[in-house]
């Protein structure tokens, strides 16, 4: 007897009321499936979430290199800051200095998750009243929209409390 055929035998035989005697697994699939789907539609996120920090971090890569490259190309600091005095340099700069992490949008997008989050969950909480398997779920999504919410607070707290935000707003009114 396999390794598996027993780790099977013994979950079955824990499954079953007490008195009953125990019966043989009729498929490994029906073992197995109910571990592989959620392992693999976790992996599925992971790898998501992956792909697209590695595409952002690429694009901002891209962005700073190329904004450092036309930064070099000023020959002395009198032209860098006559460039800077121009509309055009303005906007270049603000752009280079907050490279795409306008802070208030990342906390907005926070905050819109939480509730999305808390708002499936207090959803799967009214489909208890028709199936108890919606308990656990329910439980997740309201302490991940939580953690979003909580998570969203802490960084306008530090956000003010650094002065990123207020740099922002100076930044995006050209001055």
């Known amino acids: 007897m396999n390794s598996i055929t027993l780790g099977a035998s013994i979950t079955l035989l824990l499954q079953q009321p007490p008195g009953t005697p125990p019966r043989p697994p009729d498929h490994l699939e029906s073992i197995l499936i109910p571990i592989i789907v959620p392992l693999g539609s976790f992996a599925m996120v992971v790898l998501l979430a992956w792909l697209k920090h590695r595409t952002n971090e690429a694009k901002l890569r891209t962005q700073s290199e190329a904004q450092r490259q036309l930064v070099e190309k000023f020959g002395s600091g009198k032209e860098l800051s006559e460039f800077m005095e121009t509309e055009g340099g303005r906007r270049f700069f603000s752009n280079f200095l907050a490279a795409d992490s306008n802070i208030q949008r990342q ?10 989050l808390i708002c499936a969950g207090l959803g799967c909480v009214a489909l208890l009243v028709r199936k108890a398997e919606f308990f656990y779920p ?13 998570a969203a607070a802490v960084s306008l707290r530090l956000s003010k409390k650094w002065g990123l935000i207020q740099q922002e707003q100076r930044l995006s009114q050209g001055g």
Request: aromatic letters at 4%.
């Open 138 to 150: 329910a439980v997740i999504l309201i302490s991940l929209g939580a953690g979003f919410l909580i």
């Open 107 to 116: 906390i907005e997008r926070t905050i819109r998750a939480g509730v999305i």
